[in-house]
């Protein structure tokens, strides 16, 4: 046990600064998404007990890590600065916004309006290292019109490219809401 803890410590203080990992947080409770402007020790826990963890997906989870918490500090603004100029973002029963100028008419909220946090489930790393994806679970909160608090959940995917100057963009993002019934898909309806 006290080596698994020194083993921990070793990851925690040199391997993820060493690499430049930002630490996920893991939900807290079920349904409840980490705050992503926090870090906590939990996401070295869970790079050790990834057997899969490569450099790539390393590099994926810090990529999303500090989108996360960029868009948590300034809203839609972030998303748009980390979109590629060719990105594409699927919106929920919207059009595609296709480029630079479309998605900076849609990412117009601010952190204050609502409030978008996400986890990944998964990332992979293309065999050549300069495009991945994640996807996962994403939360948003906001208040609606009569003052009453509305929170949408759901599934997304964020697919990144490595451009040019090495700097790495989201390509496209994809979200899709969890239906509002999802509790209810297998009861039989009553007469």
């Not at 972030?78 to 919207?94: H, K, Y």
């Not at 595609?96 to 952190?111: E, S």
């Amino acid at each position: 046990m006290h080596r698994m803890k020194i083993y921990c410590s070793f990851l925690k203080f040199v391997l993820v600064p060493a690499f430049g990992l930002a630490v996920l947080t893991a939900p807290t409770a079920l349904g409840q998404l980490p705050d992503p402007t926090k870090s906590e020790s939990t996401a070295t826990s869970q790079m050790l007990s990834d057997p899969t963890l490569t450099p790539g997906k390393a590099l994926l989870l810090d990529l999303e890590a500090r989108f996360a918490k960029d868009v948590a500090a300034r809203g839609g603004k972030a998303i748009a600065d980390w979109m590629a100029d060719d990105g594409v973002i699927l919106g929920n029963g919207s059009a595609p916004a296709k480029g630079r100028d479309a998605i900076n008419k849609i990412t117009n909220w601010t952190a204050k309006q609502y409030q978008l946090t996400w986890t990944p489930t998964d990332e992979l790393m293309g065999p050549s290292g300069d495009m991945g994806y994640t996807w996962g679970h994403f939360e948003g909160r906001s208040i609606d019109v009569n003052g009453f608090p509305v929170v949408t959940t759901g599934r997304y995917m964020t697919v990144w490219r490595k451009q040019p100057n090495g700097e790495w963009k989201v390509v496209l993002d994809a979200g899709s809401n969890e239906p509002a019934d999802a509790g209810d898909c297998c009861r039989i309806p009553k007469p």
